[in-house]
């Protein structure tokens, strides 16, 4: 084969077959040979239902996967920046840059951003591959510090970074933030590179929770009991961690700002209750299309609450550095390494809740 990759055509049907090696069709594109490839939970929704949204055509497929590092083949004849056999982390999109968005900085909100693994119309093919194609200004050089396994995590650290950054933490404020996989982690360990006097993360189980103390040193975790209301839960988290508010929960508590990364309706509704008033609130995980809102309780404290969506203009920059300088040590991240021909047993690891970060290694020669 000269260009293996994972072509899946629906649930839990998945095929290693030959592509087309990608051809350099703009001055500005590069080709990257595959090192590493991290599962994340849109890879296991994939398997499992087909896609998210839009489903994948099965028949022709989508070869998957988002998260991805490597090491430059060829470039086009414009770059500047990178030349083969440079290490870098990928940016696995395209906007059009002609757009409002684009224009305006805002490049991640084009709607005509070809992103990897997305389906189309048209489809765009994603990095479980062993060549890849993309723009030189999406790929981030890497210094020596940082291992090409470790880089896959620049892209969950974006998200971090992106989900911070709308967040508006400052120095000395309270964040708490829902979930501890890998994206939330990276939220509490980024809020902490922002300044933010305290975080407490929020699991339902208490393993993770332990992982998460013992990595990000300083962090404080509360367990959610899954037998009483939401309000309940805002009400102990309050009491357990000082931040009452005057004994009310009408105004919910002391705390400055809420990153929700787990998607969980139960742990949307606490962050809303145990906000102070004028409090920001950040929706990073993805969960059930519709849920049941705590509205009210959202006007009355007149809170900023934002979407989050991947990333944007200086986030990979960001989480980069931080990964340089070793400010965000996410080597005890990476759980497992499975073999390229095998990527279905990673998806199916992360399904079963195995581990943080699973990696996919890329084609071997």
Same mark, same amino acid.
């Given at each position: 084969?000269?260009?293996?990759?994972?072509?899946?055509?629906?649930?839990?049907?998945?095929?290693?077959?030959?592509?087309?090696?990608?051809?350099? +069709?703009?001055?500005?594109?590069?080709?990257?040979?595959?090192?590493?490839?991290?599962?994340?939970?849109?890879?296991?929704?994939?398997?499992?239902?087909?896609?998210?949204?839009?489903?994948?055509?099965?028949?022709?497929?989508?070869?998957?996967?988002?998260?991805?590092?490597?090491?430059?083949?060829?470039?086009?004849?414009?770059?500047?920046?990178?030349?083969?056999?440079?290490?870098?982390?990928? !940016?696995?999109?395209?906007?059009?840059?002609?757009?409002?968005?684009?224009?305006?900085?805002?490049? #991640?909100?084009?709607?005509?951003?070809?992103?990897?693994?997305?389906?189309?119309?048209?489809?765009?093919?994603?990095?479980?591959?062993?060549?890849?194609?993309?723009?030189?200004?999406?790929?981030?050089?890497?210094?020596?510090?940082?291992?090409?396994?470790?880089?896959? +995590?620049?892209?969950?650290?974006?998200?971090?970074?992106?989900?911070?950054?709308?967040?508006?933490?400052?120095?000395?404020?309270?964040?708490?933030?829902?979930?501890?996989?890998?994206?939330?982690?990276?939220?509490?360990?980024?809020?902490?590179?922002?300044?933010?006097?305290?975080?407490?993360?929020?699991?339902?189980?208490?393993?993770?929770?332990?992982?998460?103390?013992?990595?990000?040193?300083?962090?404080?975790?509360?367990?959610?009991?899954?037998?009483?209301?939401?309000?309940?839960?805002?009400?102990?988290?309050? !009491?357990?961690?000082?931040?009452?508010?005057?004994?009310?929960?009408?105004?919910?508590?002391?705390?400055?700002?809420?990153?929700?990364?787990?998607?969980?309706?139960?742990?949307? !509704?606490?962050?809303? #209750?145990?906000?102070?008033?004028?409090?920001?609130?950040?929706?990073?995980?993805?969960?059930?299309?519709?849920?049941?809102?705590?509205?009210?309780?959202?006007?009355?404290? !007149? +809170?900023?609450?934002?979407?989050?969506?991947?990333?944007?203009?200086?986030?990979?920059?960001?989480?980069?550095?931080?990964?340089?300088?070793? +400010?965000?040590?996410?080597?005890?991240?990476?759980?497992?390494?499975?073999?390229?021909?095998?990527?279905?047993?990673?998806?199916?690891?992360?399904?079963?809740?195995?581990?943080?970060?699973?990696?996919?290694?890329?084609?071997?020669?």
């Amino acid at each position: 084969m000269q260009n293996p990759s994972i072509v899946l055509y629906g649930p839990k049907l998945a095929k290693l077959e030959d592509s087309p090696i990608p051809e350099i +069709l703009d001055p500005h594109d590069v080709i990257v040979r595959i090192a590493y490839v991290g599962v994340c939970g849109s890879d296991v929704h994939f398997w499992h239902h087909g896609g998210i949204g839009k489903l994948i055509n099965p028949t022709t497929g989508l070869i998957v996967g988002h998260e991805a590092s490597g090491t430059i083949h060829s470039i086009g004849s414009a770059v500047t920046s990178l030349h083969p056999g440079s290490r870098v982390a990928l !940016e696995p999109g395209t906007p059009c840059r002609l757009c409002k968005p684009c224009k305006s900085g805002s490049y #991640h909100l084009c709607r005509k951003m070809r992103f990897a693994a997305a389906p189309g119309p048209p489809d765009t093919p994603g990095c479980l591959t062993k060549y890849f194609r993309l723009q030189e200004d999406f790929c981030y050089a890497l210094p020596n510090e940082v291992g090409l396994d470790e880089a896959v +995590l620049v892209e969950p650290a974006a998200v971090g970074v992106h989900a911070v950054r709308l967040a508006d933490v400052r120095p000395g404020e309270t964040v708490v933030v829902c979930g501890s996989g890998t994206i939330g982690l990276m939220c509490a360990a980024i809020a902490r590179q922002f300044g933010a006097g305290r975080v407490i993360i929020v699991d339902i189980l208490a393993k993770k929770l332990e992982f998460a103390k013992e990595w990000l040193q300083g962090v404080e975790t509360y367990v959610s009991d899954t037998n009483i209301s939401a309000e309940d839960n805002a009400v102990k988290l309050l !009491e357990n961690f000082g931040l009452e508010e005057d004994g009310t929960d009408t105004f919910g508590g002391k705390v400055d700002c809420v990153i929700e990364a787990s998607g969980a309706a139960s742990a949307i !509704e606490m962050g809303i #209750h145990i906000l102070r008033p004028g409090g920001k609130f950040v929706q990073t995980g993805l969960g059930k299309p519709k849920i049941e809102f705590p509205i009210v309780a959202m006007s009355q404290k !007149e +809170l900023l609450v934002r979407g989050c969506f991947r990333y944007g203009a200086g986030d990979y920059e960001l989480a980069v550095g931080y990964l340089s300088k070793g +400010l965000i040590d996410v080597k005890p991240l990476i759980s497992s390494l499975t073999k390229f021909e095998n990527a279905t047993e990673a998806w199916e690891k992360t399904s079963r809740g195995e581990g943080i970060k699973n990696l996919i290694q890329g084609v071997q020669d």
